[in-house]
């Protein structure tokens, strides 16, 4: 693509944002698609967001991604938000349609996407989900949109996780529940799927789960942990034959949703592998 007076820009703000793979998305389904725009990282500090939030109507900038640290309070910096990112209360994308700013949030979407890109379904599904952050926050509400039977949320603190269980009980049919209580062999023979929303695995072999539990019943087993790309949770999944998702496919459709929100085309079957080879070659 070539660069020029017309050019349009999209970007990242996050602290850090050097390890971020969304340059290699979008700036591939720009050139792709023949879009003159460009996508870049921003490292803005917590107390910068407000100022940078004012630079992208000041400058132009059409869509923006939002990640660690900003994703909560960036949303009274805008002027709407749609009604997935006010239940969730976290946006990860912004739109700029001249100088209005609306939020969004892509994350469940990117990841109940990744659920049925393996020919899976959530419908009537009984799912356990590690972590009561923000991640667990918007694949939950998601997952109950889709309409799965049961949420378990587990956590250490379970402040965080009663008000999502709050949140699903009082606006969808599914049951949601929470508890502290390390997971079990019986826990993961009475699921169908088995999410880690934690860090843990980030950059470590730590496992957030007993890696010496044996099942005799096939789960899904989902990592929204991207790096390392088979994270320990993974291997223990492996180990047993247990169908994984890997972090890097929720990863690649939440972005490609945002890139749908900000120039209305959808990315094909065939964008999502190329990525992903993109992706394994980064590594």
Same mark, same amino acid.
């Given at each position: 693509?070539?660069?020029?007076?017309?050019?349009?820009?999209?970007?990242?703000?996050?602290?850090? *944002?050097? $390890?971020?793979?969304?340059? *290699?998305? $979008?700036?591939?389904?720009?050139?792709?698609?023949?879009?003159?725009?460009?996508?870049?990282?921003?490292?803005?500090?917590?107390?910068?967001?407000?100022?940078?939030?004012?630079?992208?109507?000041?400058?132009?900038?059409?869509?923006?991604?939002?990640?660690?640290?900003?994703?909560?309070?960036?949303?009274?910096?805008?002027?709407?938000?749609?009604?997935?990112?006010?239940?969730?209360?976290?946006?990860?994308?912004?739109?700029?349609?001249?100088?209005?700013?609306?939020?969004?949030?892509?994350?469940?979407?990117?990841?109940?996407?990744?659920?049925?890109?393996?020919?899976?379904? *959530?419908?009537?599904?009984?799912?356990?989900?590690?972590?009561?952050?923000?991640?667990?926050?918007?694949?939950?509400?998601?997952?109950?949109?889709? =309409?799965?039977?049961?949420?378990?949320?587990?956590?250490?603190?379970?402040?965080?996780?009663?008000?999502?269980?709050?949140?699903?009980?009082?606006?969808?049919?599914?049951?949601?529940?929470?508890?502290?209580?390390?997971?079990?062999?019986?826990?993961?023979?009475?699921?169908?799927?088995?999410?880690?929303?934690?860090?843990?695995?980030?950059?470590?072999?730590?496992?957030?789960?007993?890696?010496?539990?044996? #099942?005799?019943?096939?789960?899904?087993?989902?990592?929204?942990?991207?790096?390392? $790309?088979?994270?320990?949770?993974?291997?223990?999944?492996?180990?047993?034959?247990?169908?994984?998702?890997? =972090?890097?496919?929720?990863?690649?459709?939440?972005?490609?949703?945002?890139?749908?929100?900000?120039?209305? #085309?959808?990315?094909?079957?065939?964008?999502?592998?190329?990525?992903?080879?993109?992706?394994?070659?980064?590594?």
């Amino acid at each position: 693509m070539e660069i020029n007076a017309k050019t349009k820009t999209t970007c990242l703000f996050g602290h850090p *944002v050097d $390890h971020s793979f969304s340059p *290699v998305i $979008h700036n591939y389904l720009y050139e792709k698609y023949q879009q003159n725009i460009l996508y870049e990282c921003f490292d803005v500090s917590k107390e910068n967001i407000k100022t940078a939030v004012e630079a992208i109507k000041v400058l132009g900038i059409i869509g923006l991604n939002v990640t660690i640290p900003h994703k909560v309070d960036i949303m009274k910096c805008l002027d709407f938000l749609d009604k997935k990112s006010e239940l969730v209360g976290a946006v990860n994308t912004v739109k700029n349609e001249g100088g209005v700013l609306t939020g969004y949030n892509t994350d469940g979407v990117g990841f109940v996407q990744s659920i049925y890109d393996k020919g899976c379904t *959530v419908k009537g599904k009984k799912i356990l989900i590690l972590g009561a952050g923000g991640a667990c926050r918007s694949v939950s509400i998601e997952l109950a949109i889709e =309409g799965a039977e049961t949420i378990e949320i587990r956590n250490r603190s379970l402040e965080n996780a009663n008000s999502i269980v709050e949140i699903i009980n009082s606006n969808f049919e599914t049951k949601s529940s929470c508890s502290s209580k390390q997971v079990s062999k019986e826990d993961l023979q009475s699921i169908d799927i088995l999410i880690n929303t934690t860090p843990i695995g980030m950059k470590s072999k730590d496992c957030p789960i007993d890696e010496n539990i044996y #099942i005799d019943k096939d789960i899904l087993v989902c990592d929204i942990v991207y790096n390392p $790309h088979n994270t320990s949770l993974i291997k223990w999944a492996k180990s047993q034959s247990l169908d994984t998702m890997h =972090g890097i496919d929720m990863l690649v459709n939440q972005g490609l949703a945002a890139f749908y929100i900000w120039t209305g #085309i959808k990315p094909s079957l065939e964008d999502k592998e190329k990525i992903k080879e993109l992706y394994e070659k980064s590594m």
